[in-house]
T-cell receptor, first 118, second 114 residues
Framework: GAVVSQHPSWVICKSGTSVKIECRSL??????MFWYRQFPKQSLMLMAT?????????EQGVEKDKFLINHASLTLSTLTVTSAHPEDSSFYIC??????????????FGEGSRLTVL | AQSVTQLGSHVSVSEGALVLLRCNYS??????LFWYVQYPNQGLQLLLK??????LVKGINGFEAEFKKSETSFHLTKPSAHMSDAAEYFC????????????FGKGTTLSVSS
């Protein structure tokens, strides 16, 4: 099956620093990837849609300058949390759609990246 | 607009008992519906999905769900719970016909006791 990999899976950083999270589709190409944020015991909230070769589309309420997204190739999207603060601590999950036989897309999810900002 | 409501944030069953996780949706277009499972500190794994055709959908690990348009429901069931089924379950509706960009429900934690 299709595999989406995230790195790092765990990261701890000091307040004010920036952290980059990578999302890779390992065996298929993805012109679009999605970034979700999940707070403890809560659902996934769509943050933004990453588009290869163009600007990301952000959901309402998500700060573009805070969460920088770059989709530089068909297999890699990155999320950079800039000037991180404790309230940015969360579980970040990426996903990438792969077309199936029916012509619809199935989303494959990365393992998630847990960010803790001290 | 699309939305998903999962009734019951926590469901507890005994091993071998029926599992029923409820999901109701709202969609302005014919919905694509999904159930995902999440184990602690892991990403999501697709259990099953409904796109078109047969309304009773069978998925992995013995789970199935039935799309009922009249009730706007897509409840997840399993005849006999296993300890390994203990996890977080999310119902989701697609924002588009491609079945990507999902809106998730708040999730239901399934506990299985021996």
């Amino acid at each position: 099956g299709a595999v989406v990999s995230q790195h790092p899976s765990w990261v701890i950083c000091k307040s004010g620093t920036s952290v980059k999270i990578e999302c890779r589709s390992l065996d298929f190409q993805a012109t679009t990837m999605f970034w979700y944020r999940q707070f403890p015991k809560q659902s996934l909230m769509l943050m933004a849609t990453s588009n290869e070769g163009s600007k990301a589309t952000y959901e309402q309420g998500v700060e573009k300058d805070k969460f920088l997204i770059n989709h530089a190739s068909l297999t890699l999207s990155t999320l950079t949390v800039t000037s991180a603060h404790p309230e940015d601590s969360s579980f970040y999950i990426c996903s990438a759609p792969k077309r199936d036989r029916e012509g619809t897309g199935e989303l494959f999810f990365g393992e998630g990246s847990r960010l803790t900002v001290l | 607009a699309q939305s998903v409501t999962q009734l019951g944030s926590h469901v507890s069953v005994s091993e071998g008992a029926l599992v029923l996780l409820r999901c109701n949706y709202s969609s302005s277009v014919p919905p694509y519906l999904f159930w995902y499972v999440q184990y602690p500190n892991q990403g999501l794994q697709l259990l099953l999905k409904y796109t078109t055709g047969a309304t009773l959908v069978k998925g992995i690990n013995g789970f199935e769900a039935e799309f009922k348009k009249s009730e706007t429901s897509f409840h997840l069931t399993k005849p006999s719970a296993h300890m390994s089924d203990a996890a977080e379950y999310f119902c989701a509706v697609s924002l588009n016909q491609a079945g990507t960009a999902l809106i998730f429900g708040k999730g239901t934690t399934l506990s299985v006791s021996s």
